[in-house]
C-alpha cells in the first residue's frame, strides 16, 4: 500500500525538486506521478526529444526511496504540432475547430496526432524501459468520448456504420429513418448528431454515434498499451478515470489495462438532509467493480477545488486523512494526493495540492504526513480483497440513452443506484457496481435499476439468475428500448415482463412533484419522478399508490420465478424508502445485518481468506461510538477494543 503524490516538475525550479522529494521521503510519500502534460519540455520540437530533465527528476525521486507513475504526455500536444498540422484538433458540434491554449484537445482519431502520440510514447517508454524506479504506466490523462466532428472521425463513424450494419439501407432501418424523411440514400450523407437541437436527433443515431466515440477511446487505449508493452514488457498499465460528461465504456476501456486508476474529489460538505447525502463511496465500488478488483486512486483530494469554478470549501480537519482511507476502504491499494504543490501559474493555480502557493506546512500538510504515517499499520490489509453478496448493475449504454432522452424532471440513472448503495451501506454490508454483463453466480441480491437499453445476454442471463434461486431487484424505465434505442412495441417492462409478473399499464412521469405510496406492513412513503402503473400477472403488491387517478394501483411488486424471486418497483422513492426495502430483502435473503448504525458511519470489509479486516469510517461532521459484538485488535490503535469512537471523518481498521 502506498500514498503518493502528483508532482510537475516542468512547473517548478529545479532548485525545488530535492527539497521536494526529501521532503516528500521524510513525510512518507513513496510514489509519485509525472509528465501527463509535458509533451512541449520532453519533444521541443518535431523529432528531436529531450529525457534529460526528467531523468533528473526520477534519479532525485528514486535517491529519495520514492518510486514513479510516468505518464505518455499525449493529452497536451505541444503548439508546434497544432501550427503544422491544424487537422488534429477536435472540431465541435459546430463544424468549427476548437480554441487550442488548454489541454485535451487532440482528436484521437486523427491519423496525424496518432502517428505523432505513438512516436513520444514509443520514444519515452524505450527510453525507461528497465528503469527500477518506474512502476507503471499511465495512458494520456482522464480520456472522454469525446464527440469530435472533424473531418476524420465523421469518416471513421460512416465506415463504423456500414461495418456494423453492412449497407445503407439496414442502417435506414435500425435508425427508423423514414421520420422526418430523415432516409440516408448515400453514406455521405451521414453525419455525427451535431444538429441543434440536440434533443430532436434521431436516438438511434445517437446513441450508435456514442458507441462509435466510446470504441473509438478504447481503441486508442489499446493503441499505446500495445506500445508500451512492447518496450516495457511486464509493467503495469493504467490510464486515469472519472465520472465525466462524454464517459466513455469504462469496462471496454479497461479491458486490456493492468488496473483502473481514479480521480477521487469527493464533495467536502456534508448536506443536513439525509436525502441529499450519499457517500462518495459508492463511485469507489464502481470504480473497484469496473475490473472487479482493486484499484488505485491516481488524483486524491489535497485541498480546496476550484479554478474554472468558483472556489469550494477547503476540506474539512479529518477530511483528507479519512477519504484516502474511506479509498483504501473500499479496495484501493494506492493513493496518489493531487498535487504536491499549488501551482502559481496556469489556469489551475485555485486548484489547491497540499502545500499552498506559499510552500508553507500548513493543516492539510499536517494531515496528509499523519495519514502517511498510518499506513505501516495498514501492512497486513495488502492485497486483502472485498466480497459482497450484494451487486448493483450499472449499463454504460443504458446511461447514455437516458443523457439523450431525459425521461422526467429529476430522473437521473445513477441515482437510484446511489440511493441503494446508501441504504445497503446503512446496515455494513459490502456492496459490489459492476457491469450489467458481469457475472452474477456469486451474489444473493442483484440490483439492476432501470435496465432502459435491451442486450438479450443480459436478459437472458437475469432470468437465469432468478430462476436458479438469485434474488432481483429492477425499477421503473426497465425494458424500454432495443438494441438500436428504438421502443419496443410490448407492454412495458417488456422483455422482463415475465419475470417480474407484472405489466404498466399507464405511466406518470410526475417529475419534481411528489407523492405517497402505502405500503402492505402499514408504512407510507414519499414518491417521485416517475409512477409505473402496475398489472399484475403472476406477481404480488407490496405497496400501492396512495393518492392520483390511479390510487389503488400496484407501485411495488414481488413475483416467484424459478426458484429466486423479482421485484419490481415502478416508482422512485426517497432514501426511507430504499432502507427499508434494503433491510427486508437483507432478511429475506439471511445476509447479516447490522441495525442502528450511527448516521453517516461506513463499514465495509476486506479479507485475505485468513482474516477479516473491518474498515469502520466515520463519514460525518459528528463524533460517533460504536459497540462491537465482540473484542477486536484494532490495527490503528494496535490494542483490543469493544468499543470503537470515532471523531469526525475518522477511520478505525479492525482484524477479525
Ligand atoms: C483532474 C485532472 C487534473 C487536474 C484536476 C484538478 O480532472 O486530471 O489534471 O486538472 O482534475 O482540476
Redesign the pocket.
Not at 497544432?82 to 477536435?90: A, L, R, V
Not at 505523432?116 to 524506479?133: C, F, L, P, V
Not at 469530435?148 to 445503407?168: P, Q, S
Not at 430532436?200 to 481503441?219: H, K, V
Given at each position: 500500500m502506498r500514498i503518493g503524490v502528483d508532482y510537475y516538475p516542468e512547473q517548478w525550479d529545479k532548485s525545488l525538486w530535492r527539497k521536494d522529494a526529501e521532503l516528500m521521503a521524510e513525510t512518507g510519500v513513496s510514489i509519485v506521478r509525472l509528465a501527463e502534460f509535458a509533451w512541449s519540455r520532453l519533444e521541443p520540437e518535431e523529432g528531436s526529444f529531450d529525457f534529460s530533465w526528467l531523468d533528473e527528476a526520477v534519479q532525485i525521486f528514486s535517491e529519495n526511496g520514492i518510486e514513479v507513475v510516468l505518464c505518455t504526455p499525449t493529452n497536451c500536444p505541444p503548439l508546434w504540432l497544432y501550427e503544422k498540422h491544424p487537422e488534429i484538433i477536435q472540431t465541435g458540434a459546430d463544424g468549427r475547430r476548437i480554441q487550442i491554449g488548454i489541454r485535451g484537445h487532440r482528436c484521437i482519431n486523427s491519423s496525424v496526432f496518432l502517428e505523432y502520440a505513438k512516436r513520444i510514447t514509443d520514444e519515452m517508454t524505450r527510453h525507461y524501459s528497465g528503469n527500477s524506479s518506474v512502476i507503471a504506466w499511465q495512458i494520456d490523462?482522464?480520456l472522454e468520448a469525446y464527440p469530435c466532428c472533424c473531418e476524420e472521425c465523421r469518416a471513421d463513424f460512416r465506415n463504423w456504420l456500414i461495418e456494423k450494419y453492412g449497407t445503407v439501407d439496414n442502417i435506414n432501418k435500425a435508425f427508423g429513418n423514414s421520420v422526418w424523411s430523415g432516409e440516408y440514400s448515400s453514406i455521405t450523407q451521414i453525419q455525427p448528431p451535431s444538429a441543434y437541437p440536440k434533443a430532436w436527433q434521431n436516438p438511434a443515431l445517437c446513441l450508435d454515434y456514442w458507441r462509435f466515440t466510446s470504441g473509438c477511446t478504447a481503441e486508442y487505449v489499446r493503441l499505446l498499451s500495445s506500445v508500451i508493452r512492447k518496450n516495457c514488457p511486464g509493467i503495469q498499465i493504467t490510464t486515469?478515470t472519472?465520472f465525466c460528461e462524454n464517459m466513455p465504456d469504462l469496462y471496454d476501456m479497461f479491458s486490456e489495462l493492468d488496473f483502473v486508476s481514479y480521480?477521487n474529489y469527493p464533495p467536502v460538505r456534508i448536506p443536513k438532509n439525509p436525502d441529499e447525502f450519499y457517500s462518495h463511496a459508492f463511485h469507489l465500488d464502481f470504480m473497484r467493480g469496473i475490473k472487479q478488483q482493486n484499484f488505485w486512486i491516481m488524483?486524491q483530494l489535497s485541498g480546496l477545488t476550484g479554478?474554472w469554478a468558483p472556489m469550494a470549501p477547503t476540506p474539512r480537519p479529518g477530511q483528507i486523512k479519512g477519504y484516502a482511507l474511506q479509498a483504501i476502504a473500499h479496495g484501493a491499494d494506492t493513493v496518489v494526493h493531487?498535487r504536491w504543490r499549488t501551482a502559481i501559474t496556469g489556469a489551475?493555480m485555485h486548484?489547491h495540492g497540499i502545500l499552498d502557493h506559499s510552500g508553507a506546512l500548513n493543516r492539510r500538510y499536517s494531515e496528509f504526513r499523519e495519514l502517511c504515517k498510518i499506513l505501516p499499520k495498514l501492512e497486513p490489509v495488502n492485497g486483502a480483497e472485498i466480497y459482497s453478496e450484494t451487486a448493483i448493475l450499472y449499463s454504460p449504454e443504458s446511461e447514455c440513452a437516458f443523457k439523450i432522452q431525459p425521461q422526467t424532471d429529476g430522473f437521473y440513472y445513477l441515482e437510484q443506484m446511489k440511493y441503494f448503495h446508501a441504504a445497503f451501506t446503512k446496515y455494513g454490508a459490502n456492496i459490489d457496481v459492476i457491469s450489467s454483463e458481469a457475472d452474477l453466480s456469486r451474489y444473493k441480491i442483484v440490483i439492476a435499476p432501470s435496465l432502459y437499453v435491451n442486450n438479450e445476454q443480459v436478459t437472458k442471463k437475469l432470468k437465469r439468475y432468478v430462476s436458479e434461486g438469485g434474488t432481483l431487484v429492477m425499477t421503473c424505465r426497465s425494458g424500454v428500448k432495443d438494441e438500436n434505442n428504438n421502443c419496443i412495441m410490448d407492454a412495458l417492462p417488456a422483455v422482463f415482463k415475465e419475470l417480474v409478473g407484472a405489466e404498466v399499464v399507464e405511466y406518470d412521469p410526475i417529475g419534481w412533484s411528489e407523492q405517497s405510496v402505502a405500503a402492505n406492513d402499514g408504512k407510507a412513503f414519499s414518491c417521485k419522478q416517475w409512477c409505473d402503473v402496475l398489472k399484475l400477472n403472476t406477481a404480488e403488491s407490496l405497496a400501492e399508490y396512495a393518492d392520483s387517478f390511479y390510487k389503488g394501483a400496484p407501485a411495488v411488486t414481488v413475483n416467484k420465478y424459478g426458484r429466486g424471486t423479482a421485484y419490481y418497483i415502478g416508482t422512485v422513492g426517497k432514501m426511507d424508502f430504499y432502507e427499508d426495502f434494503a433491510g427486508k430483502i437483507m432478511e429475506q435473503c439471511g445476509l447479516s445485518k447490522l441495525d442502528g448504525l450511527p448516521t453517516g458511519t461506513e463499514i465495509t470489509t476486506r479479507t485475505d481468506g485468513e482474516c477479516d479486516y473491518i474498515f469502520i469510517f466515520n463519514n460525518s461532521e459528528n463524533d460517533v461510538e460504536i459497540n462491537l459484538p465482540e473484542t477486536m485488535y484494532s490495527l490503528m490503535d494496535s490494542a483490543d477494543k469493544e468499543k470503537v469512537k470515532l471523531k469526525p471523518f475518522e477511520m478505525d481498521v479492525l482484524r477479525k
Amino acid at each position: 500500500m502506498r500514498i503518493g503524490v502528483d508532482y510537475y516538475p516542468e512547473q517548478w525550479d529545479k532548485s525545488l525538486w530535492r527539497k521536494d522529494a526529501e521532503l516528500m521521503a521524510e513525510t512518507g510519500v513513496s510514489i509519485v506521478r509525472l509528465a501527463e502534460f509535458a509533451w512541449s519540455r520532453l519533444e521541443p520540437e518535431e523529432g528531436s526529444f529531450d529525457f534529460s530533465w526528467l531523468d533528473e527528476a526520477v534519479q532525485i525521486f528514486s535517491e529519495n526511496g520514492i518510486e514513479v507513475v510516468l505518464c505518455t504526455p499525449t493529452n497536451c500536444p505541444p503548439l508546434w504540432l497544432y501550427e503544422k498540422h491544424p487537422e488534429i484538433i477536435q472540431t465541435g458540434a459546430d463544424g468549427r475547430r476548437i480554441q487550442i491554449g488548454i489541454r485535451g484537445h487532440r482528436c484521437i482519431n486523427s491519423s496525424v496526432f496518432l502517428e505523432y502520440a505513438k512516436r513520444i510514447t514509443d520514444e519515452m517508454t524505450r527510453h525507461y524501459s528497465g528503469n527500477s524506479s518506474v512502476i507503471a504506466w499511465q495512458i494520456d490523462n482522464e480520456l472522454e468520448a469525446y464527440p469530435c466532428c472533424c473531418e476524420e472521425c465523421r469518416a471513421d463513424f460512416r465506415n463504423w456504420l456500414i461495418e456494423k450494419y453492412g449497407t445503407v439501407d439496414n442502417i435506414n432501418k435500425a435508425f427508423g429513418n423514414s421520420v422526418w424523411s430523415g432516409e440516408y440514400s448515400s453514406i455521405t450523407q451521414i453525419q455525427p448528431p451535431s444538429a441543434y437541437p440536440k434533443a430532436w436527433q434521431n436516438p438511434a443515431l445517437c446513441l450508435d454515434y456514442w458507441r462509435f466515440t466510446s470504441g473509438c477511446t478504447a481503441e486508442y487505449v489499446r493503441l499505446l498499451s500495445s506500445v508500451i508493452r512492447k518496450n516495457c514488457p511486464g509493467i503495469q498499465i493504467t490510464t486515469n478515470t472519472w465520472f465525466c460528461e462524454n464517459m466513455p465504456d469504462l469496462y471496454d476501456m479497461f479491458s486490456e489495462l493492468d488496473f483502473v486508476s481514479y480521480d477521487n474529489y469527493p464533495p467536502v460538505r456534508i448536506p443536513k438532509n439525509p436525502d441529499e447525502f450519499y457517500s462518495h463511496a459508492f463511485h469507489l465500488d464502481f470504480m473497484r467493480g469496473i475490473k472487479q478488483q482493486n484499484f488505485w486512486i491516481m488524483e486524491q483530494l489535497s485541498g480546496l477545488t476550484g479554478s474554472w469554478a468558483p472556489m469550494a470549501p477547503t476540506p474539512r480537519p479529518g477530511q483528507i486523512k479519512g477519504y484516502a482511507l474511506q479509498a483504501i476502504a473500499h479496495g484501493a491499494d494506492t493513493v496518489v494526493h493531487f498535487r504536491w504543490r499549488t501551482a502559481i501559474t496556469g489556469a489551475e493555480m485555485h486548484w489547491h495540492g497540499i502545500l499552498d502557493h506559499s510552500g508553507a506546512l500548513n493543516r492539510r500538510y499536517s494531515e496528509f504526513r499523519e495519514l502517511c504515517k498510518i499506513l505501516p499499520k495498514l501492512e497486513p490489509v495488502n492485497g486483502a480483497e472485498i466480497y459482497s453478496e450484494t451487486a448493483i448493475l450499472y449499463s454504460p449504454e443504458s446511461e447514455c440513452a437516458f443523457k439523450i432522452q431525459p425521461q422526467t424532471d429529476g430522473f437521473y440513472y445513477l441515482e437510484q443506484m446511489k440511493y441503494f448503495h446508501a441504504a445497503f451501506t446503512k446496515y455494513g454490508a459490502n456492496i459490489d457496481v459492476i457491469s450489467s454483463e458481469a457475472d452474477l453466480s456469486r451474489y444473493k441480491i442483484v440490483i439492476a435499476p432501470s435496465l432502459y437499453v435491451n442486450n438479450e445476454q443480459v436478459t437472458k442471463k437475469l432470468k437465469r439468475y432468478v430462476s436458479e434461486g438469485g434474488t432481483l431487484v429492477m425499477t421503473c424505465r426497465s425494458g424500454v428500448k432495443d438494441e438500436n434505442n428504438n421502443c419496443i412495441m410490448d407492454a412495458l417492462p417488456a422483455v422482463f415482463k415475465e419475470l417480474v409478473g407484472a405489466e404498466v399499464v399507464e405511466y406518470d412521469p410526475i417529475g419534481w412533484s411528489e407523492q405517497s405510496v402505502a405500503a402492505n406492513d402499514g408504512k407510507a412513503f414519499s414518491c417521485k419522478q416517475w409512477c409505473d402503473v402496475l398489472k399484475l400477472n403472476t406477481a404480488e403488491s407490496l405497496a400501492e399508490y396512495a393518492d392520483s387517478f390511479y390510487k389503488g394501483a400496484p407501485a411495488v411488486t414481488v413475483n416467484k420465478y424459478g426458484r429466486g424471486t423479482a421485484y419490481y418497483i415502478g416508482t422512485v422513492g426517497k432514501m426511507d424508502f430504499y432502507e427499508d426495502f434494503a433491510g427486508k430483502i437483507m432478511e429475506q435473503c439471511g445476509l447479516s445485518k447490522l441495525d442502528g448504525l450511527p448516521t453517516g458511519t461506513e463499514i465495509t470489509t476486506r479479507t485475505d481468506g485468513e482474516c477479516d479486516y473491518i474498515f469502520i469510517f466515520n463519514n460525518s461532521e459528528n463524533d460517533v461510538e460504536i459497540n462491537l459484538p465482540e473484542t477486536m485488535y484494532s490495527l490503528m490503535d494496535s490494542a483490543d477494543k469493544e468499543k470503537v469512537k470515532l471523531k469526525p471523518f475518522e477511520m478505525d481498521v479492525l482484524r477479525k
